[in-house]
C-alpha cells in the first residue's frame, strides 16, 4: 500500500483516479478546492464513497494556487509515496486576445501549481530517499495547434520542468513520469476560459472556425464507443506507473487520441538520451537499481 496525494479531484481524471486507486488498497488524500462551496458535493460523493466501502480515502481542502492553502493541507497529510499533480485548466483562444493577468493566472495554475505540490512532498520522499511523482501534461505539451497558445505555453512549460526533475530526483531514489492525455470526456472542454478581449478575438475569425470544428470532432469521439477517450484509461495509466517497479517507468507515456505525439515521444526519445550521454549524465535518468 502506498500513500498518494492527487491533486484537483473535484471532476475528471482526479476524481476517478481517488476512488480506483483507494479500491486498490492505497491511502489516498484527494485534494481540491472550495470543499464547502464550489466542490461541496464532489467532497461529499468521495467521502461517502470511502466510508461506504471502508477505503482509506479521505478528501483534503487544497487549492495549488496558493502557498497558505498548500501549507495548511499538508497539516493533514501524514506521508506520500506517490504524487499525482492534476490540477489543472485550460485556456482558449488567440493569444493577442489574452491579458498578461490571464496568462498568469493560466501558468500559475498549471505550473507554479506543480511546484507548489512538489516543494510540499519532496523533503517527505528525499528522507525515504524513494517516491514517484506524476506530472500530468498533455499532447498540448508535445503538439500546437491554434487557439490554444496560452495552454500550450503552460503544459510545454510542465514537460520541461518534469523532465529537468527527473534528472535532478533519479539520483535521489525518485522517479518522475509524464502523462499525455489527448481529448477525453471529462469536464476539461467545458471549463475551458475564454479571453476577457472579445474584440480582439473577433479579428481571428479562421482560429473560432478552427475550434468549432475541433469541438465539434471531440464530442464526435466521445460518443464513438470505439475511441480511446473514456477517463477510466488515464487512471489505469498512473496505476500502471505506480505499480511499475522503479527505474522502469518512462519518462513520457502518451494515452488515448494522442494525434502523434507518441510518434514524437518515440522519435524524440533517441535524442534525449544521446544528449544525456552527451553530458555524462546518463545516470541521472530515473532511479537506478
Known amino acids: 500500500m502506498k500513500s498518494i496525494v492527487i491533486t484537483g479531484c473535484s471532476t475528471g481524471f482526479g476524481f476517478d483516479a481517488a476512488k480506483h486507486l483507494a479500491e486498490q488498497g492505497h491511502k489516498v488524500y484527494a485534494s481540491m478546492r472550495n470543499t464547502s462551496t464550489k466542490n461541496a458535493e464532489a467532497a461529499k460523493e468521495l467521502s461517502d464513497f470511502a ?72 523533503p517527505m520522499m528525499r528522507a525515504k530517499r ?9 499532447i498540448a505539451g508535445r503538439l500546437a495547434v491554434p487557439g490554444f497558445g496560452i495552454y500550450h505555453a503552460s503544459k510545454w512549460a510542465v514537460e520541461g520542468m518534469s523532465e529537468s526533475l527527473r534528472y535532478e530526483l533519479g539520483p535521489l531514489g525518485i522517479d ?63 496505476e500502471e506507473l505506480i505499480n511499475l517497479p522503479a527505474g522502469q517507468r518512462p519518462l513520457r507515456n502518451s494515452v488515448g487520441l494522442d494525434f502523434g505525439a507518441q510518434s514524437m515521444n518515440d522519435v524524440t526519445e ?12 546518463t545516470e541521472f535518468d530515473g532511479v537506478k537499481a
Open 51 to 122: 466510508k461506504s466501502k471502508n477505503l482509506p480515502l479521505s478528501v483534503v481542502d487544497l487549492d495549488v494556487t496558493s502557498d497558505q492553502s498548500v501549507d495548511e493541507a499538508m497539516k493533514h497529510i501524514e506521508d506520500c509515496d506517490v504524487l499525482i499533480n492534476n490540477a489543472g485548466r485550460g485556456f482558449g483562444g488567440p493569444v493577442e486576445a489574452f491579458t498578461s493577468e490571464e496568462c498568469m493566472a493560466q501558468l500559475d495554475l498549471n505550473v507554479i501549481g506543480n511546484l507548489r505540490m512538489l516543494k510540499a512532498v519532496l
Open 130 to 138: 524513494s517516491g514517484l511523482v506524476i506530472q500530468l501534461s498533455s
Open 176 to 238: 518522475v513520469a509524464i502523462v499525455q492525455p489527448g481529448p477525453f470526456s471529462t469536464n476539461f472542454f467545458h471549463g475551458v476560459i475564454s479571453p476577457e478581449d472579445t474584440k480582439t478575438a473577433e479579428a481571428y475569425e479562421h482560429v473560432s472556425s478552427f475550434l468549432d470544428i475541433f469541438w465539434n470532432q471531440s464530442l464526435a469521439a466521445f460518443e464513438d464507443s470505439g475511441a480511446p477517450t473514456d477517463p477510466a484509461l488515464v487512471v489505469k495509466k498512473f
Open 270 to 281: 533517441p535524442v534525449r538520451l544521446e544528449m544525456l550521454k552527451g553530458f555524462s549524465i
